[in-house]
């Protein structure tokens, strides 16, 4: 993409309403900008990244067995009335009347939605088990909207539902989706830690939250020192198999929430506790019967009886992670995007764009790279290097390509890690054979 | 995928509600669920096709130099405040309350969002042409929502909204966008055919509705028979070139919707007239400075004065393709996809469940073709072979495969276009070679 072409609107000022770090890089990178408090317009490079995230979770949702269906988001009152939570959801669900007064609501969450649909379609044991998602736009109608995307009204959230005969079912569900948000975060360059967690209005009686690190995480966080090297880069995962062994792994040591904290145990961890700060990026929830009851969503059982199939529901915040990695990953100069959801996995520029030898070199690393299929920035406008070198590291693109007059008499260009800021001067042709596979 | 772990809820009766044969068919399919009149729950198999008709969309407006971005659902009252329109609407805009009663509105379209963020981020023409698209849910509150997906209440549109300093400039985008639709329908095997259009609410003094034949459409049309046998398939196309002859090429014929009829013009074609029936998939307008002049939304011009920007704005109904392809492409037996937009390429089917040899073949052919990387849908049910031949025709997957004992012995497979009806027994090599490229 030639940024000439592009539409890429960085700001040089900090914006004053942006409290932290993520929300003021986002704006500045020219990601999104503000409609209305809390709901943001997402402009070509922020929808970027939040695509590339959508697909690492979707992938590892279908590689783990979920189908992906689609709800609206507009629901009717009545099912949400069915359930009881119509009432005791409260002013953050934002309440609708249409033109002929019938009551609407726009969906924070679908339990019920899904549980109306699963009732009216599965009716045996045999068509179970069913582990359905869907990635939509959700609205929390929070009093302070605030920190961007972190916490913002209109969101997208991917959400699982999985429905079984019974509780062991349900926990194989819940395995599967544990594992599977496990290795969706740790593909997207991210250390997400599993920590027991309150039920809150979803219910139920085991849930775990994945918390990021990140010193600017919204919550105090405290967990044992072996999670900073807990990894499934070796762990063969068969999906259908037992995943009990890995869920044990991943909860047998101490990890919690302020509010669960526990500093009896804390105290006997000693130097091995670590305190910090996170970020709730998944939630997954064991409610068994908690909504096919009221609702009427049974199934025959194979002896016969009809029974209240027993549910979860498993949720990431797919626009919330966009500011975590933010968070998690970013330098004075501006964000350092994990190559896996990167907006561009190279940034081209051309120092002297009114030197003709100079353009011609980077038009043709250019062309070769996309050619290749290469995601590509190419900053070809005519303003200053300093200005382009200060937007590079800005929107965070992994690897630089900078190619100026003196590299062209010699035929190298310069390549720079955005991370590590390593640098290093490469013959043209070694450049193109670096990053086509 | 194993029909047997999938979720295709089938109805074998059609429902009652259903008017058009487009809705039946997506209900009996198991496609969709109505959750409340004109709002509707996509499954696994509607959204198949909902994102291939999305990906087409997408990979053309991109080809056309579109930049895409996404706007969100929910907006604030005052953006429409400003253009005028926020009154004029009436009833079909769903009006909403916050909890600080705020006036929101759910999106029917969003040349009042971007104006506002054009304004904000573009300043000189020198940054201009600007194409910008999104594909996003919209909600228009029908007063009576039927004929399910085709005039829905929530739906999924995709929007672009052209920027230039001049008429001229407005006029090239606009021609842009009218041969990236003709592309885009005729990719998705589609005869769509430009006709002169109302702007009704949009506004604006050059428009063009692009109306798909459909003996099921909606609306009464006229054209010239010569329609018929246009098509792109043979005309270079250089996206940043002069487009205007091939925009002639296609309104040089007399086309008209209903009230655009010229029954003087009509007379005059005597055989060459064709009068059908057809659907609106897309529209597209020049409205000049319609919503830049009341927004503010100015550059400064070459001269250094400040100009309103000149506008126009192109939608394609995502969501309703999904229901006008059905009403151009069915048959008795069910829905006839085109292969572009179809769900699956092939579906297999296993006429003997219970028969291990018969199996063992199918499961072959299954696992072959999947790791050559073509979808299928496998039908693997221990279900009657008459109830998976009527299921496979009804959902419209366009080649079938069936694996039954005779052609087990035989070494052969059946196939069978589902649009000719076409069948041949094939030697089971060949037919994974014929679907292997």
Redesign the interface.
């Known amino acids: 993409m030639r940024l000439s072409?592009?539409?890429l609107?960085t700001l040089r000022e900090t914006p004053a309403e942006a409290q932290i770090v993520s929300h003021r890089l986002m704006l500045r990178a020219g990601m999104m900008?503000q409609?209305?408090a809390g709901?943001?317009?997402?402009?070509?490079l922020g929808?970027r990244v939040?695509r590339n995230i959508e697909r690492i979770v979707r992938e590892e949702q279908d590689a783990f067995?979920c189908?992906?269906?689609?709800?609206?988001?507009?629901?009717?009152a009545e099912l949400w009335r069915e359930s009881g939570r119509y009432d005791a959801y409260g002013?953050?669900m934002?309440r609708?009347r249409?033109?002929h007064d019938?009551e609407?609501l726009?969906g924070p969450t679908n339990e019920e939605?899904l549980t109306?649909?699963f009732r009216?379609?599965?009716k045996s044991y045999r068509q179970l088990p069913?582990l359905?998602y869907h990635i939509q736009?959700k609205?929390r109608?929070e009093?302070r909207p605030r920190f961007g995307v972190m916490r913002g009204?209109?969101f997208l959230m991917k959400d699982a539902y999985s429905f079984d005969i019974d509780r062991d079912g349900a926990i194989r569900a819940y395995n599967k989706m544990f594992v599977c948000y496990l290795r969706t975060f740790e593909r997207m360059g991210l250390r997400a830690i599993p920590m027991r967690a309150e039920t809150g209005p979803i219910g139920g009686d085991l849930s775990h939250e994945f918390v990021v690190l990140a010193d600017t995480g919204e919550s105090e966080i405290a967990y044992h020192r072996d999670f900073l090297s807990l990894s499934l880069k070796n762990t063969d995962i068969d999906v259908d198999g037992d995943l009990q062994p890995i869920v044990d792994r991943y909860t047998a040591n101490y990890a919690a929430t302020d509010e669960q904290r526990d500093r009896g145990r804390e105290a006997e961890l000693g130097d091995d506790l670590i305190a910090g700060r996170g970020i709730e990026v998944g939630h997954i929830f064991y409610f068994g019967t908690k909504y096919s009851k009221p609702m009427g969503a049974t199934v025959t059982a194979a002896t016969g009886e009809e029974v209240a199939v027993e549910m979860g529901s498993y949720g990431i915040g797919v626009s919330r992670l966009v500011g975590a990695i933010i968070e998690a990953s970013h330098d004075d100069a501006g964000i350092v995007w994990p190559d896996a959801v990167a907006p561009f996995q190279i940034g081209l520029i051309n120092v002297k764009a009114d030197d003709a030898e100079c353009t011609a070199a980077a038009d043709t690393v250019y062309e070769q790279l996309r050619a290749a299929g290469v995601d590509i920035l190419y900053d070809d406008r005519a303003e200053r290097p300093g200005v382009k070198f200060a937007e590079m590291d800005l929107i965070g693109v992994p690897y630089q390509l900078t190619v100026g007059p003196r590299g062209v008499k010699a035929g190298t260009v310069e390549w720079k890690a955005r991370r590590s800021g390593e640098r290093a001067e490469l013959p043209v042709s070694a450049v193109v054979n670096l990053f086509v596979r």
């Open positions: 072409a592009y539409y609107p900008r409609s209305s709901i943001y317009v997402w402009l070509p929808l939040l067995g189908r992906e269906m689609l709800m609206p988001t507009i629901q009717p002013p953050e934002l609708i249409d033109r019938r609407l726009y939605q109306a649909v009216d379609t599965i069913k359905l736009w609205f109608d009093v009204r209109e």
